[in-house]
Structures are given as structure tokens and as C-alpha cells.
């Protein structure tokens, strides 16, 4: 390796010669690459195409010890880091311009133990690997609704799908983790072992460490779950979303159903003169019995005159998968989301001109439904702590072409401004784009206080940084 000139974290440079980061890379399991190595430009890239930052060093971790030696190496050359699990954030923390990345995305294992229930996860497995691991023994994580994203970043924010109104949030079934701290300690993290940090990593992001292993309790679901979508027309909105909002006043735990608003895909079971035309989907998953659930989405889908309804018993791990295709990396994103605990008439007739204002065919108002057992957990619990929302909106600005920059982040943050008033004001810091750093008190509401003690007492220099930042007492002076 040639001497290489490295971000810091207080912005500057370091130069590290050649033999020292020699040394560094043959003390390692994994590999490092730097710009021009082959697999440095993949390595590099993530979810969301806005973000195109080049690291100085990429360190391709095997396992914990490499984390450990990266995050020694990085702490004594004073060096700027970024973690990487799935790479599916939109805020595109995962990757720093000209300091070390911190690259998981190799650890991928899952093993399953079927007679305990437990299931224990590498950081850098997505949902797709987690699920198709667990259910091999009709096993389930309870995560969120695109197989790509990556367990770490998602479970570090909270987690919520299909399954979080029957089984909680996944850091709810989340019983340990191993984290390595700032000063390269690899601590367990669980109600018994370091319960303030077990406290604030459910919820806190990557504020605290880098985990390199999740314990989570599994449950019993599928192979087959009843789910599927029914299509209508836009102009039928205002009455189906009124229909929606009545259908889920009382409705089971079981029972999850996400909107979603946008011009319609070429989806081949939707009639050819609908493509492109904007739509209201609504999406739903019933995780109980199947014939309880015909019963249980029959008021959901007798709403209105749909043009299809494609509800039926799916295999879990396909409908997990099943936005996957819309949903695909590459494309430049911008996100606005809020925590609704009503879905008001004025949030209704205000994404009704949202969608009739579309700047392009891949835009979309998604409305995730939760609630449920992750509606009962006290907001005090874990650090997550929008525990009474019922609805979670989260506008999807997606594009391809930069000139349609503006255009696209002008319309996700119109809406987001219309439906403010009707908003609870927490977040979910897994939706928060890189421009929403003055978010993150009100997105952790009563919790921050208690987030900021555990961060001053484990990284009190804000050695991670690059994360929905909690910045500790005396780097929020300095800042
Ligand atoms: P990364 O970008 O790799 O990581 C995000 C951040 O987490 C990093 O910047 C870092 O700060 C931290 N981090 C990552 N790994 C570690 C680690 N091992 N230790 C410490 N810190 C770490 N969320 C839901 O809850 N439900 C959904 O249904 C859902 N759907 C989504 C669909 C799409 C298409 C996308 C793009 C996102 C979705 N999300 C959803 C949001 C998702 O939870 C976040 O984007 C999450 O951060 C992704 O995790 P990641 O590991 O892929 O991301």
C-alpha cells in the first residue's frame, strides 16, 4: 500500500505511511481497499445514489476481532469513521468522505437454535438472510417490509413491519448484543450485563459502539402468511382512506395494512391501461390463522370498487420481498416522514394533492400501520420512543436524473409541511435524511436526556459520529 493522507475527526488531515498501514491490514482477517483497489467502487456505494462519498480506507471486516482492530486503529490516528451494515439508510451515514469505513457487510451469518427460539445475527445480514434462516424451522425476527435493508442499522433504530403489531418491534425481541466500544472493549449488552447501554442501543442507533452480534427471540409464524394488495383508483382515495381509517379503529393485533400512493407499476396482474396511472394500494399481512384472517381483512377489502385484489396466502419470505423491486437501490431517494396517532381528514385531502402533484413516476407516499404488542411497551422502556403512534408517513422523493432534484425534494417536503399540524412530532430516526440533524431531540421526545448520559458515559468524545448524532455534553460546547 502506498502512504495514504486520511480524514480526522476534527476535519483535518493525517498522513499514514505505507508500512503502518501495512501492518494494520496484515493484522486483519478481512481485507482494506482504497480508491483505485478492484471492489472499492462497489464497496463504496450504498442504497440511496445521492450519496457518493469516497472513503479514505475501506476496512472489509470478518468478524469482531477486525472490528476491534479498526476501531484501534482509527482512535489512536485520530481518524473520522463510518459503520456500514445493509447500507440502506437514507441519510447515507454509512460512508464518510476520505476517513475510515467500517465495512460489515461480510459478516453475514444467522444461526438459528429451533429449541430455545433464539437466533443470533452478524451485522451484516439483511433481512432476506435473516428471514430465510429462520424460517427454515417456520421461525420468525420481527423486522420490516424490504428484504435488502440490513438487520444492524434497522434494529438500531427500532424496526417495525409486518409482524410489529403481533410481536413488537425488533428491538423488542432483541435479548443481547455484543458492542465494541469507542476504546476497542467488546461489551455484552442485555438487561443483566450493561443495562444502561442494552437501554439505548434499542433505539439510539449507532451512537455507542459497533454491534457485531444481535440475540434475538424468535416466534412462531407462516411458512404461509395471508397478505397481498388491493389496487384502486386515486380518485377513489378520500373514500378509501376514510374506509381504512374506520377498518383499523379496532383492529387485531394480527392485522397490519401500510398504504401505499403513487402512479402504478407495470405490475403484471394489474390491467396494462392502469400502468402509470396514480393509484392507492393497500397492502396487508394477517399473522394468526388463515381462515381467522379471511374474516379479518373481509371489512378491508370490501372497501370501495377496487381494480384488483391480490390478497391470498403467500409464502412469508416472498412477501417480505414484495416491494423489493420498487425499492431497489440505485435510484437518488429523499425522504419526510411523521408519527401520526389519528389519520386526520386534513392529512387525507392534503396527500389527496400530493398525489395529484406527483413529480415523478417512482414517488410515493408510503403509511405504515403499527400499534399493537409495540404500541403496549412504555415509551420510558427502550430508547425508542414514539410507542403510541398508530400510523408512521414516510414520503418517498424518488428519482433518477439529478436535474429532478429540486423538484422531487420540494414536493416530500410540501407534504411534510402540510401535515405537520396533524403530526406528533417524535420520528423515527431510521427515516431521517442527512439534513435533519436538528431533528433528533424532538424525534427521542423524553428519552433524549437519558440518551445523552449514556452516550457521555461510552463515547464521550463522540468518537461515532456519523449516525443520527447525540452529540455528548462537552462536544456539543466545542460544536
Ligand atoms: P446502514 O446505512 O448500513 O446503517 C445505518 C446506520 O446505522 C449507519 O450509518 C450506522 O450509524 C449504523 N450502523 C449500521 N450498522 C451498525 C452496527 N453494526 N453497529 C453500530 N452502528 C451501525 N425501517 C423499518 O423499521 N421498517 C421498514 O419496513 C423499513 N423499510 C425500508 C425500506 C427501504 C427501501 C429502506 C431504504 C429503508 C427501510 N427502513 C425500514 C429503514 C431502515 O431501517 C434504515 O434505513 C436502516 O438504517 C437500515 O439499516 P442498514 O444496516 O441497511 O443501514
Redesign the pocket.
Known sequence: MNDLSLTTLDGGMAMLSAPVLDAFAASLRGDVLNAGDPGYDEARA???AMIDRRPGLIVRCAGAGDVIAAINFARENNLLV?????????????VCDGGLMID?SRMKSVRVDRVARRAWVE?GA?LADVDKETQAFGLVVP????S???????T??????WTARKLGL?IDNLLSADVVTADGELLRASTAEHPDLFWAIRGG??NF????AFEFKLHKLGPQVLSGLVVHPFDDAKAVLEGYRAALEDAPDELTCWTVARRAPPLPFLPADWHGKEVLVLAMCWCGEMAAGEQATARLRGIGKPIVDVVGPNPFVGWQAA?DAL?APGAR?YWKSHDFIELADETIDALDQAIRNLPGPECEVFI?HVGGVAGQVATEATAFPQRSSHYVMNVHGRWREAAMDDACIAWARGIYEATKPQAIGTA?I??MPSDEADRVEAAYGVNYARLIEVKQKYDPKNF?R??QNLKARHARKAA
Request: proline share 2%; hydrophobic share 40%.
Open positions: 450504498i442504497w440511496n463510518a459503520v456500514r451494515g445493509g447500507g440502506h439508510n437514507i441519510a447515507g451515514n454509512a460489515l451485522p439483511i423486522t420490516g417490509i424490504n435488502t435493508t440490513g438487520i444492524a442499522g434497522l438500531l433504530g427500532g424496526g417495525f413491519g425488533t442507533g449507532g459502539g459497533v454491534v457485531t416491494f425499492l431517494n405504515g423515527y431510521n427515516f461515532f456519523l449516525n
